[in-house]
Nanobody
Framework: QVQLVESGGGLVQAGGSLALSCAPS?????????????MAWFRQAPGKEREFVAA????????YYADSVKGRGTISRNNAKNTVYLQMNSLKPEDTAVYYC??????????????????WGQGTQVTVSS
């Protein structure tokens, strides 16, 4: 089973920065069997629905951001390592959430729709203190 593994979460003060990364693990972590058309970051705060943060298309590298992180977040990828990154700056307490990485095996019709993604990580906690 494909599994994505996130890393880089933690506790940071408001105004600080954090870098998250995500890569496939298991049998698809080696060789050339990992295929994705787009990868994305979502987040879910307690009592709230999972929301889109950012996405990147794998071949062209086009990026898309939620309004709430535009200008503060940067999504990037390393195709050779099958790794996607999310750099978040000027963090706010409202950024506190579990951040999930997702991968789509087909080009999503709607990049911000979590149902368009096939594989998910288990999430990494990001806590921003005021």
């Amino acid at each position: 089973q494909v599994q994505l593994v996130e890393s880089g979460g933690g506790l940071v003060q408001a105004g600080g920065s954090l870098a998250l990364s995500c890569a496939p693990s298991g049998r698809l972590a080696s060789g050339r069997t990992f295929r994705t058309y787009a990868m994305a970051w979502f987040r879910q705060a307690p009592g709230k629905e999972r929301e889109f943060v950012a996405a990147i298309t794998w071949n062209v590298g086009s990026t898309y951001y939620a309004d709430s992180v535009k200008g503060r977040g940067t999504i990037s990828r390393n195709n050779a390592k099958n790794t996607v990154y999310l750099q978040m700056n000027s963090l706010k307490p409202e950024d506190t959430a579990v951040y999930y990485c997702a991968s789509s095996m087909e080009l999503p019709r709607n990049l911000i729709d979590p149902t368009q993604y096939t594989y998910w990580g288990q999430g990494t906690q990001v806590t921003v203190s005021s």
